[in-house]
């Protein structure tokens, strides 16, 4: 045997170790401290959320206790780290989601079984958690095989592509996106109208990064090399700031004037359905318009299904609700009411994956939660809600879960229950005006909107129900989600509530004027009409594609890299 030249074993066959940063006191944490510093997180960004008021910088922070307790994590001596680490992550986002979108609750509680209500419950509540929570994790692992900052790009990467895939799917919500959390205080991020909500989630990601590292030099560095990242972190948040408040100075509006009334009826969703006859519904409505209407009043707009009797879509013209709205409009020269209805589709055959059968009449239909635009002509123009809320509008993946639809026939209104389109719509007046309808909770997603507003929308009008919410936060966070869609388009919103908040916001994101909680009312604005188009609605979430890319490149480095160990 040769013992002068005994083999030396292979470095790569010896247990992975992270190393140390020196004299680093993230590592001697205890269990408690870790979960006090992720709860503390899931405080700052519920503080920094929409609505509450001049808290919308901490977002920029709110992940950085966070961070120290996963940094913990990684650095101790214990094992299952990547378990603890999901646990710890999962905590923080879990309590930040339930309490910012508690509100949810309201409108799934009605649900007769407790079954139902905990199915459709954990959409908003966990699964969007559970999306963020996985990016993280992913981020963890990503960083024993790679460089710091190579696992921080797959932070920002993974947790982009978990927001847009929440954006994409059938299981959507992206109620949470981080950027959507500067609509409180849109006069920050104007520039928007170039990045979408996205550029505001990396701006987020990027300064908790540099501000956990700036922590992390502060408690490890001496003299000037503890502060050189929070001068970084300083430039990271001040330059982006200092550039939307000069873009929202200098912003000048085009005046090319339009006369919009929109109407809050103020009628109970609970209510709505049996107590009311539609017919009075109706002759409110129209009341409420004549109150306030001009004559050179162009747009009357009224509430998702304002019109609730589920009109035949081939013989609207014989509705007789469609009859007593062209009486109402004889008195408006130029007038055009778009307004939310029920609707429904005939067919011979099923020609949509939505559709029904019935059994008197022989045929297939769908039924809409739509928009109709009516005009003093023969015109009618209907748009189908695209953007279903799933488990209550929608089955998710209908067709591949289509064995499933028994088990979904009772969410009133979800499998059997709406049908929907697959592309935004754009109303156009006979003098020319284009408007593109958004229902409800389609006012959530940009790059839908952009893509409207790409084929010739010259604002927003969005027809919304949010009572079933009650005076929650959820009616606020609505309305104020609709800045970011201003701004985005550079777009006037005029915004009907049948019970909300209804109002109108500029092209810059300001409310211009807008209504009470459960009032009863209408409100009217000469708004700005514009025709061009921003960098944003010309190319959409660019960002977010981008990072799908990197999240996908870089999330495969994990299994290779364990793949190239085991080799070795």
Partial sequence: MNTKNPVQPDPADAPLKIP????????????????????LSSFLMWLA??????????????????????????????????????LTAGLSFLVWNTVCIYWVYNSIHSFNDAFTSLLISLIPYGLGALLMTFAFWLYYRLSIYTSKWIAYLGLVSFWIAMEYLHQSWDLAFPWMNLGNGFAKMHQLIQWYEYTGVYGGTLWVLVSNIIGFEAYRSYKTKNGLERYKLSIVLSVVIVIPITLSLSKYTSYEEKSVPVNVVVV????????KYGSISAYEQVSTLTRLSDSIGQTNTEYFIWPETAIPNFANEYGIRTNMDYMRIQEFLSKYKNGT?????????????????????????????????????????????????????????KMPFPTALAFLKPVFAELGGSVGGWGWQDHPAVFYSYGGVGVTPVICYESIWGEWVGKAVKDGAQFIAIITNDGWWGNTSGKDQHFLYAKLRAIETRRWIARSANTGISGFIDQKGDIVSQSAWWTRTALKAEINLNSDLTFYVKNGDLIARFFCITAILLALIIPYRKWIRKLR
């Fill in 20 to 39: 140390k940063a020196p004299n680093a006191p993230l590592n001697v944490l205890k269990p408690g401290q870790k979960l006090v510093l992720a709860l």
């Fill in 49 to 86: 959320w929409p609505p509450v008021n001049y808290t919308a910088p901490l977002l920029l922070i709110g992940l950085v206790p966070l961070l120290v307790a996963l940094s913990a994590i990684k650095e101790d001596d214990r094992l299952k780290k990547g378990k603890r680490i999901f």
């Fill in 264 to 271: 809050q009826p103020n009628i109970d969703p609970y209510l």
């Fill in 337 to 393: 009411v778009i307004s939310g209805i029920e609707s429904v589709k005939t067919y011979p055959t099923a020609e949509t994956v939505s559709a029904k059968f019935d059994a008197n009449s022989n045929q297939y239909y769908d039924n809409f939660n739509a928009a109709v635009q009516i005009e003093n002509s023969a015109d009618v123009q209907f748009y189908h809600k695209s953007k279903l809320v799933p488990g209550v509008e």
